[in-house]
């Protein structure tokens, strides 16, 4: 066999067959893991889709110091993703303070670790019981009411509110500054403490 032709096949091999050489890995044909960070009960992968094929999906199975958790599907077949760089979370009660998390053949694993923060404080009136701190993955309008009407205000990326109340439908949330209502189907729940000194920013909010 030639050389040209052994580094022809070689070639295909490698874009064809998953095979990966050192990191980042290849979770699939089409997804590269880059990294992942555990804060908290929370883990972070950052994640690049590399092409469009037939089996867009991405599923990484959960392990926590060698033990199995889950398998988390963070995209299914049936909902391609466009091409391009993506932050996925994945937050689970089991993932304490020194637990080591790995995800499952793909090289990639993190200790987790404590965020380190004072106590929260809240300026303002008393927060009401039951509110929710969100953070915003991209711009939403503020509306009069659930599906209502818009009242000229945004809630910007990468902005937080709290959420004092959600419609019987779960699709709509009540601001507790700005007193309107937003969708909640692009948001982030995050702890209470969140945005406070010391404590992790969501990576691409971060700068933001």
Known sequence: MSKKLFAAILALALLFGGLAVGSP???????ELDSVTCVGGTIFVE????????APGLWVDVYVN???LTTVEFFDDSAP???GSYTLTYSNA?????????LDGYGLSATCVAPTVAAPVFAGKPLPAGANLVLFLGDEAILDGPNG????????TCKTEFVVAVSPDGKWG???QQGGWVSLANILDVPEAYGQPGFPIYPPCVGK
């Open 66 to 68: 060698s033990a199995y």
């Open 81 to 83: 993703q466009p091409v």
């Open 149 to 156: 009407n818009r009242i000229g205000l945004v809630m910007k």
């Open 94 to 102: 089991a993932f304490v303070t020194g637990a080591f998390v790995e």
């Open 47 to 54: 994640a690049r889709h590399l092409f469009d094929t037939s």
């Open 25 to 31: 890995v290849l979770a699939n044909h089409e997804w």
């Open 174 to 176: 009540q601001l507790y």
